[in-house]
């Protein structure tokens, strides 16, 4: 096959006259041709192969033997993957403590969930931490155990008339209030 260059020409699909024609090769990456100009109609383009050629790789290639390190080809590292069970060897199951958002945790600490059961920390990230259990992995909080004081406190609602959301009402010395308070209609 000849060496292509930027200026040399390729047939290739032109989109304009939907047809395989001759075309220039105006930019390439590397080996590979991206734009070109058809050498018919003078539209520029992507390149397109011409029709029913391309460069994935067919089902037969694809269903191969993989390629032997003797070849010279580089060759991927397999993936180990290790079992729930094997994570947990040699840990200390017997004195996992109990899971609370209060507690704060580290990465490969054993943990016993009330509903998930057994789980290894795998990640810790700010007040999260990820949990590794048999069926799955989960993302729950730590570290949430502050002082009282740091904590919201509940507000329950008033019955105060305030008045409309948008329009803050001036604060009414007491006495004026108690008089607001009782000459507003009641429900009755």
Not at 47 to 76: C, E, I, L, Q
Request: proline residues 8%; aromatic residues 4%.
């Amino acid at each position: 096959m000849a060496t292509q260059k930027v200026g040399g020409e390729v047939d290739a699909q032109c989109t304009r006259c939907k047809m395989n024609l001759a075309h220039t090769i105006l930019a390439m990456v590397g080996p590979k041709i991206v734009r070109v100009r058809c050498n018919t109609c003078g539209g520029d383009h992507a390149f397109r192969g011409a029709a029913g050629v391309t460069d994935r790789p067919t089902k037969a290639a694809t269903t191969r033997a993989p390629r032997a390190a003797s070849s010279g080809g580089t060759t991927r590292a397999e993936k180990v993957v290790i079992s729930f069970d094997e994570q947990l060897a040699g840990k200390d199951l017997a004195s996992a403590p109990k899971y609370s958002p209060k507690d704060t945790y580290k990465v490969d600490q054993v943990l016993h969930h009330p509903t998930f059961g057994v789980g290894l920390v795998t990640a810790v990230r700010g007040d999260k931490v990820d949990l590794t259990f048999r069926t799955d992995t989960k993302t729950l909080v730590h570290g949430r155990g502050g002082a009282p004081s740091d904590r919201p406190v509940f507000s329950p609602p008033t019955n105060k008339h305030t008045g409309p959301a948008d329009k803050p009402q001036a604060e009414l010395p007491p006495e004026e209030e108690a008089a607001a308070e009782t000459s507003l209609p009641s429900g009755d």
